[in-house]
C-alpha cells in the first residue's frame, strides 16, 4: 500500500515539475533563470575539478586493465578502442553521474527536506509561490544542462588519461593512439552517452526533491531522506542505465 | 456583524484519527480573533485548514462567500494573495536576506519595478521595527526578530486577513509584548481582520476582540473577551485559571494499583 502511494507521489512530483518547467513558460509564467543559473554553478561548475579528477583516473586504470589483455594477443593499439568507447558510452555518463548524486542529489534532498521541517515550504504556499516552480524547476534546469556538460568533460579527460598511460607505460605511439581513437569513436557513441546523462540529471533531481518532499518530522528525518536520496538515485540512474544500455543495443 | 471567515461542520483526520470533530464558528471581520487551547488540541491543525494548506474530510469554510475547502490551487493562489501568514518559526527564506524574503510576495505577484519594490520593502521593515536589517540574513537574527521579519513578510501585499501560529511560542515576556503590540496596531490603523492562534493567556487578554476556544478537537466557547471572562464553563475556568487537569488517581490508588489490591 504504501509503495502505491510512493509511486502515485513521486509521478504527481514528475508531473508538475515538468508542467512548470516546459508547458508553464509557454503560458506565460517563465522559469526562474538567475536561480537556474546559481543552480548550474552549484552542481556544474562546482564539480568539474572532482569530476575530472576521477575520470582522469577511471582513464588510467581502463588503459592498464586491457592493455594486460591486449597484449597477449598482440593487439595493443586496441587499448585506445576499448579506453574511447567504453568512457563515451557507458563510464563517462555513470561516473559524472554518480558524482553528482553524491554531491547535489544529496544538497537537494537536505535543502528542501529542512525547509520542509521549517515550515518554509508551507510558507511559499501560502504566498501563492508554488514550491515545485520555486525550487525544482531551477535544479532541473541546471542538471539537465550539466550533467551533459560534465559528461563531455569526463568523456576527454577520461581520454585523455588512457592516452597518457598508452603513450608512456605501454610506449604506443601518440600520433598512433590518437588516429586509433578518432577511427575508433562514432558520433552515435558520444551522442548516446550524452542522452544518458541528461536523462540521469533529470532523475538525480527528482529523487532529491522527492526524498526532501517527504519529510514530515525534524533535523534527524532530513538525514536520513538525504542518505536515502544518494541511495535511491544510484540505484534508478544504474536501472535506467540497463534500459538504455539495452534500448541502445537493439536500435542503433 | 460581518464575518470574514465562516467554518461549518468542520471534520479533519490525519489518517484515521479524528482531529477536529465538528467544528462550527465565525471570525468577524476587522477584529482580532484569538483561537484558543491547550497544546495538542488541533489548533494549529485548523489553522492549516483556514489558509488552505489542508483539505478537511468533510465540512466548508467559508471566506468572502468562497469555499476554500473545494477551491483549486490556482483559485487558492488569488485567496492567498488576499492574506499573510506568520508561522510559529517565522519561515523566513535561510537563503536570502531579509529584504528579499519581504520582496518575495511583491516581486511574484506585482509588475512592480526593483525600485519600488525597494521601497516598499523598507516601509514594511519600518513598521516592523526593522529598518537596517535589509541585508541581514535570517541565522542573524534573534527569535523576536525573526518573526517580525515575518510579519514584515506577511504583510507585504497588505492583505485583508492576517494569521498568526503562537506568535509568542519561544520569546520572552517583553519581546513577546511587542509582539502584541504590533498586532493592535496592525488591527487599530489598518483595518486587517486578524486571527491568531495561542495558548498564552497574557498575549489573548492584551490582543483579543473575539475568543474561539478548542478543547480536543471541539469548540466550546465562542464569544467576547468579556464572555469568555464571566463564563462558569469548569473547562474554561480550569484553563484561565491555570489548573492541572485533576489527577486520575491518588497516590493511594497508585498503592494499591501495585499492591495488586
Ligand atoms: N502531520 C501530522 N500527522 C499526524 N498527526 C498530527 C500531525 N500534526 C499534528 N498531529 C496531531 O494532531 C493533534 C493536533 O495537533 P496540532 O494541531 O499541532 O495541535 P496544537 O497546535 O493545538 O498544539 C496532535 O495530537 C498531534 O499529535
Ligand atoms: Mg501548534
Redesign the interface.
Known sequence: MTFLKDINDASKLINETFYWAFVSPFKGRGIRVRASISEMVKAGYNSVPIVAVISFFIGVILALQSAYQLKRVGALIYVANLVGVSITRELGPIITAIIVSGRSGSAYAAEIGSMKAAEEIDALKTMGINPVRFLVVPKLMALMIMLPVLTIIADVVGIFGGFLLSTTVLEIHPYSYFQQTVNALLVKDIITGLVKAWAFGVIITIVGAYQGFKVEGGAEEVGRRTTASVVASIFLVIVFDLFFTALFYYFT | MENAIEVRNLITHYGDREILKNLSFSIPKGKTTVILGGSGCGKSTLL?HL???LKPTSGSILMNGKDIAILD?AE???V??K???L???A????SMSIAENVA??VA??TKLNESTIQIMVRMKLDLVGLSGFENYYPSQLSGGMKKRAGLA?AIALDPELLFFDEPSAGLDPVTAAGLDELILKLRNVFKMTIVVVTHELPSVFMIADYVIMLDIGEVIFSGTIDELKASDNPRIRMFLERRPEKEAFSPDDYFRIIAGD
Open positions: 492549516k489558509i488552505g494548506l490551487e487558492l493562489d488569488e492567498r494573495k492574506t499573510g501568514v508561522f510559529q518559526g519561515a523566513l527564506l535561510n518575495l510576495p511574484e505577484h513578510r
